[in-house]
């Protein structure tokens, strides 16, 4: 079974940092374009970040120069690290994954559970 699983959410001060993980699993062939989400309460889920297999990114206007997502292919993993974070960044980040699997051969774009970062005083 093909699995994406988050971890390092957790409750920081404004201002702090956090580092997230997300580790791939499986009958995986190939991994493609992995990227971080991110769903406030009572919000739509929105992109933060995506990077490319080559190592290109992408980010939100709202990360920029704050935010900075990885991977590391051999481990399978995209990391998003996370500075001087603000109340605004509360939410449930979500990982993805562009994936091509076998038994059987196919493409999937699976999600994570999520991970909570609260950003609090």
């Known amino acids: 079974q093909v699995q994406l699983v988050e971890s390092g959410g957790g409750l920081v001060q404004p201002g702090g940092s956090l580092r997230l993980s997300c580790a791939a699993s499986?009958?995986?062939?190939?991994?493609?374009?992995m990227g971080w989400y991110r769903q406030a309460e009572g919000k739509q889920r929105e992109l933060v970040a995506v990077?490319?297999?080559?190592?290109?990114?992408n980010y939100a206007d709202s990360v920029k120069g704050r935010f900075t997502i990885s991977r590391d292919n051999a481990k399978r993993t995209v990391y998003l690290q996370m500075n001087s974070l603000k109340p605004e960044d509360t939410a449930v980040y979500y990982c993805?994954?562009?994936?091509?699997?076998?038994?059987?051969?196919?493409?999937?774009?699976?999600w994570g559970q999520g991970t909570l970062v609260t950003v609090s005083s």
């Open positions: 993805n994954a562009a994936l091509v699997v076998r038994d059987p051969y196919r493409y999937l774009e699976p």
């Open positions: 990077i490319a297999v080559g190592g290109s990114t």
């Open positions: 499986g009958s995986i062939v190939s991994i493609n374009t």
